[in-house]
Every structure is written in C-alpha cells, then in structure tokens.
C-alpha cells in the first residue's frame, strides 16, 4: 500500500479529480475520511455502518489503522487514497492529523489541487451552496442554475483574499514532504487528459483515459453575478484584476 492524499478546497474541482483518479485499477478511492456521510471505498473487513461510525467518531484513527496502517505500507503496492480538505487541516488543533501525516512523510503522495482564478471559485461556492448540490453525476440532471445575484465588494475582496493566503499556509504546509505535485483546476478543466497523465507519472501508475462521469455545475462569474461588470472595474488596479479576466475551460 502508498498512502495518497488529494489537498484541496471547497469547489476546486476534487470530486471530478478523485472520479478520474479512483477508475485506476491500481488505486483504492476512499474519498473524505472526514465526511459524516459519505462512504467511498469502504476499508476490508469493515460494514458500511462501522465505516460511518470510525468516520464520525475518529477519523484520524481510521486513517492510522484501516486506511494508511504502517505495516501495509509497500513501495510497489496499491494506492489508497483520501481527499483533505483545508478544513480538515484548519480544524486540526491538537495537531494530531499533521502529525500522522509527518510521519509518512517520506512515503505520502501529496496532490495539492489549486484554482487559480479565486473569484470563479467564491462563484462556484455560493452557487453550491444555493443549489444544495456539489457534485452532478454524469448520468444525473444538472440543477438549474441560481438566478444571477450580486456580489459586494467587501464579500468578493475578502473571499479571494481567504482562499489566496489558504493555499500559501497549505503550500508551506506540505513544503517539506518530498513527493508532492501542484495541479491546477483551469488546467484539469482545459486538457484533462493531459493534465491526468502527469499525475499518473507522478504517482508511478500506467496511465489510462477515465471515462468523465459528472458534469460542470456553474456558469461562468461574468454569467451568474449580476453586479460582475461594476466589480470588474473596482478590482482593475487590485492584484485580483486577473480573475476577472475570461477563464479557460468554459
């Protein structure tokens, strides 16, 4: 077994990059540890009902144990994977999550997942959480759209600048393992077959091409937010000027 994890935030494209990765042969998705009610891959010897139950009430154990046990790991084995949340990490105040995965630090495979346009992941989220939906499988009916809102100044500007100084804390974070990859959303979005060859290579797997099996859920920010051409002009001489530049993968 190599311990794997996909570090990532809310709307940043993980549930389609674990969907991709988790059609491997070779790989084991067990989603968010984190989750309450999510079960993704449930750990051998273990009932659905025990899985949410070790979910819920030690996640960290669950990982230690069940998940990523030392003795099980083998350089040439399968690849058991989780997805982290930042929260996860933020929430993390005995240091106890950390400290696990500091100890794997020479076997941990760290996918650290980025948006680069801040402002289309604010969008995304708040569209997510109008919707009540984070992941559209392919075969499922794409929720309809929000009706366009505005956004204020202060909601865009603290938004953007939250997410910026997350992936600075979380980059530094995982400065010191020595297997790790940065893997930007525009670019999964734009050439995911390529994109997903890298992280192939990366985790040392042939690569293969996964069947895409969920939709894109938002529109564009220039579509959705009502207010998004005054806010493209107060942000003009702003270091998030770029963001509200045409995204690709649209």
Request: include cysteine; charge should be positive; hydrophobic fraction near 35%.
């Amino acid at each position: 077994m190599r311990p794997a994890i996909v570090l990532s935030e809310q709307r940043t494209g993980s549930n389609f990059l674990l969907s991709q990765l988790g059609q491997h042969p070779k790989i084991r998705d067990f989603g968010e540890v984190f989750s309450k009610k999510q079960v993704v891959g449930c750990p051998k010897g273990m009932s659905k009902e025990e899985y949410l139950e070790r979910k819920s009430s030690d996640p960290v154990g669950l990982l230690k144990t069940s998940i990523f046990p030392r003795e099980m790991l083998d350089a040439a084995g399968p690849i058991h994977m989780v997805k982290l949340q930042y929260q996860n990490i933020r929430r993390d105040t005995d240091g106890e999550l950390k400290d696990f995965l500091q100890s794997l630090h020479d076997d941990l495979l760290v996918i650290h997942l980025v948006r680069t346009n801040a402002f289309d992941r604010l969008v995304s989220k708040i569209n997510a959480q109008k919707t009540e939906k984070y992941f559209v499988g392919a075969k499922k009916q794409k929720p309809p759209e929000p009706d366009p809102y505005p956004i204020t100044y202060k909601e865009a500007e603290r938004g953007m600048r939250k997410y910026l100084r997350d992936i600075d804390t979380m980059t530094s974070l995982i400065a010191p393992f020595a297997r790790k990859i940065t893997v930007c959303y525009e670019d999964l979005v734009a050439d995911r077959l390529g994109e997903l060859q890298k992280i192939f290579e990366f985790l040392e797997l042939e690569p293969m091409r996964p069947k895409v099996k969920s939709v894109k859920q938002s529109l564009p920010a220039r579509f959705q937010i009502r207010n998004y051409g005054i806010l493209r002009k107060r942000f003009a001489d702003s270091p998030y000027a770029s963001f509200f530049e045409e995204s690709p993968g649209y």
